[in-house]
């Protein structure tokens, strides 16, 4: 007897045994114990999971001679017969092959005769969207008032492409693809029946190429098998199907982390030379980062990925070292060139500039962390009252230099983000929202710390009161009264309507009651426009080739 291929020779027999389409044989079963047996039905889904095999098993429990049974025996001449596909009373019909009016005109003239030893005459038409608009209406009428003892089973992978008028004669059935999982424990069963020796990881091999599809995964066997014998090894599988080693996913991943731009050139290098479509290299790439997000922020990846549990510890040692948010950068960056990669006349090219980008990212930490980094710098540069150092203040190396930033460490420079808070120190660096773009604030000698600590309480309880208290001069400051003096105008007409609501912030801030004078100043901007025999401010206009102007809404806002 000449060889049967494993597809054929583990094809289930009995509802019980097919994998993975649970929702469509627990149905049919009850409708065979109830006796709701419909007369047509729609198999639709994708290529390797089930449709034809349950339609044949279909008509096996309805013509079984213990049945109609949810269980037929595979004993009996009718089940014998259909399982050979030799019965006189299921006819399978290939769709492509018959979408002529004519083909449907003899199915409809032999649909009147009565089956020949079984109960029912059973149409297995498959791939039945290839059916012409024609043939499909020629059917209609047919379809929708069968004889008693007929039966259609429809197959099809595009059921989208199935006139509505046929879908609505019709019980549908959608079959999904098998998982991941289910294909490799029944890979592993058949293996072990067989008696062939192959590890998970092989296993894992030949499940993730067949896309769901399990009579895939007996055919992929199968050539393994013949390539390798009983003893299989992972390498044999990888020589035998053309399939790119997994352990350059990792090589890759490592040498993006290192920012080993040299190394992912080599390993693109490689792949290249072997032949591998790049496209389909990028999905799997794609894919793997997806596996070490998943790796990252599950505490048991186990239960989300279908991995052998070597590779997940792999895994679990790449992102280590690696925070969350450049894996979702490198993801992000892949994806985009992934799209290129279609469009591009040189994978090849895309392929490696995109993976350079990504070796050469910059280590990302989200805006929260930024925030509170910059509230350490802003309250570890100002002094405390009693000229005390704030303990959150970073150490010297850590601090924007005078030199670095452009400002005459021999001149009392206020600008650009900088104040001073004693005469003849030099200016501590601050939030570059503390004050507007040349805008100064005078602080007497002693009363920087305190100041500067009531501009960060207001800031939180009244920010626009805070906006407007950063543009006043602070006269004086001592333990009952405040005074301040800011251009007359809109500044000051809004600090003086809000008074009270900033004595009621001194009282909360310094614990006791505290009075507050505001005085009006012309002069207070007359410094706000900077000079133009200043050596910093000549550079940057002939630089830039621009000019020196006053900015008019920070005076009159």
């Not at 929702?23 to 419909?38: E, G, M, Q, Y």
């Not at 058949?190 to 009579?215: H, K, P, T």
């Not at 500039?353 to 989200?366: R, V």
């Not at 602080?443 to 407007?468: E, I, M, Y």
Request: net charge neutral; glycine share 6%; hydrophobic share 40%.
């Amino acid at each position: 007897m000449s060889y049967l291929v494993l597809a054929r020779k583990w094809r289930p027999t009995v509802f019980e045994n097919v994998i993975g389409q649970g929702h469509a044989t627990t149905t049919l079963k009850n409708a065979i114990a109830s006796k709701r047996i419909a007369h047509a039905y729609l198999f639709s889904g994708p290529r390797g999971v089930g449709k034809t095999t349950v339609a044949r098993i279909l008509a096996k429990a309805l013509n079984c001679a213990k049945g109609p049974t949810a269980l037929p025996c595979n004993e009996c001449q009718s089940c014998k017969e259909i399982t050979g596909n030799i019965s006189v009373d299921v006819i399978e019909i290939d769709g492509a092959s018959n979408t002529s009016v004519d083909n449907v005109r003899e199915i409809r003239e032999n649909i009147r005769y009565l089956p020949s030893h079984g109960r029912y005459r059973v149409y297995i038409i498959d791939e039945v969207h290839m059916l012409s608009n024609q043939a499909f209406n020629a059917l209609l009428k047919t379809l929708e008032e069968p004889p008693a003892h007929a039966i259609f089973i429809f197959a099809t992978t595009e059921s989208h492409k199935i006139p509505a008028t046929i879908l609505s004669r019709c019980q549908r059935f959608d079959f999904k693809r098998i998982s991941l999982k289910e294909i490799q424990n029944h890979i592993k069963f058949v293996a072990e029946a067989e008696g062939i020796n192959i590890s998970e990881e092989g296993i894992y091999l030949i499940a993730r190429e067949v896309d769901g599809s399990l009579r895939d995964a007996h055919s992929l066997l199968d050539q393994v098998m013949a390539f390798a014998g009983t003893e299989i090894k992972e390498a044999d599988i990888v020589d035998a199907l053309g399939l790119m080693d997994r352990a350059l996913l990792f090589k890759l991943s490592e040498a993006v982390i290192n920012k080993n731009g040299k190394e992912c050139l080599k390993l693109i290098e490689k792949v290249y030379n072997f032949g591998y479509d790049l496209k389909k290299f990028c999905q799997d790439f794609l894919e793997h980062i997806r596996d070490m997000v998943v790796v990252k922020t599950v505490d048991e990846p186990r239960c989300v990925l279908d991995l052998p549990d070597s590779e997940i510890e792999d895994l679990k040692g790449l992102v280590n070292k690696i925070n969350f948010l450049d894996i979702q950068a490198l993801f992000t960056l892949l994806s985009k060139g992934y799209e290129d990669i279609s469009r591009a006349p040189s994978p090849r090219y895309t392929l490696e500039m995109t993976l350079l980008k990504m070796a050469h990212l910059e280590n990302l930490q989200s805006i929260n962390t930024v925030l509170h980094r910059l509230e350490d710098l802003k309250s570890g540069a100002m002094t405390k009252a009693g000229g005390q150092k704030s303990a959150a203040r970073p150490s010297a190396e850590h601090l924007p230099k005078a030199d670095t930033i452009g400002v005459p460490q021999s001149e009392n420079f206020h600008g650009n983000g900088l104040v001073s808070d004693n005469i003849g120190e030099k200016p501590k660096a601050t939030d570059e929202k503390a004050l507007p773009v040349n805008a100064v604030q005078f602080v007497p000698n002693g009363c920087g710390g305190q100041w500067s600590d009531f501009l960060d309480f207001t800031r939180k309880k009244k920010p626009p009161l805070a906006s407007h208290l950063e543009l006043v001069n602070l006269i004086s400051m001592d333990s009952g009264a405040i005074s301040i003096s800011v251009k007359t105008g809109p500044y000051f007409a809004y600090l003086s309507e809000n008074k009270k609501i900033l004595e009621q912030l001194c009282n909360d801030f310094f614990g006791k009651k505290i009075t507050v004078s505001i005085n009006g100043d012309d002069s207070a901007v007359t410094s706000l426009k900077p000079r133009e025999d200043d050596k910093i401010i000549k550079e940057a206009v002939k630089t830039f080739g621009g000019k020196i102007v006053e900015d008019s809404r920070r005076v009159n806002a």
